[in-house]
């Protein structure tokens, strides 16, 4: 079974940065769509940035411009990098697949809190 290690999350001001990593025990990055997904406290899990293996993005209306999606096949790894933080932005942060099959186990995620 694939686990996803998220990392990187953290406290940061508003407008800060942070980049997120998720780490997949399994080489899957290059077959599905991956994705990073937030939930804040009393809200749904929500999907904020998408990765095709071809390398095609896309992003959550509330964060385009901000956050950005990469990946690295290589290293089985997803990234988020995600700037001009705002306090809205505060979340677990996951990731698992966007597409192509059912979701693996959800990890524990990385906490991002933006506040002054």
């Known amino acids: 079974q694939v686990q996803l290690v998220e990392s990187g999350g953290g406290l940061v001001q508003p407008g800060g940065s942070l980049r997120l990593s998720c780490a997949a025990s399994g080489s899957i990055l290059s077959i599905y769509a991956m994705g990073w997904y937030r939930q804040a406290p009393g809200k749904q899990r929500e999907l904020v940035a998408a990765i095709t293996s071809g390398g095609s993005t896309n992003y959550a209306d509330s964060v385009k411009g901000r956050f950005t999606i990469s990946r690295d096949n290589a290293k089985n790894t997803v990234y988020l990098q995600m700037n001009s933080l705002k306090p809205e932005d505060t979340a677990v942060y996951f990731c698992?697949?966007?597409?192509?099959?059912?979701?693996?186990?959800w990890g524990q995620g990385t906490q991002v809190t933006v506040s002054s």
């Open positions: 698992n697949v966007a597409a192509g099959r059912s979701y693996y186990n």
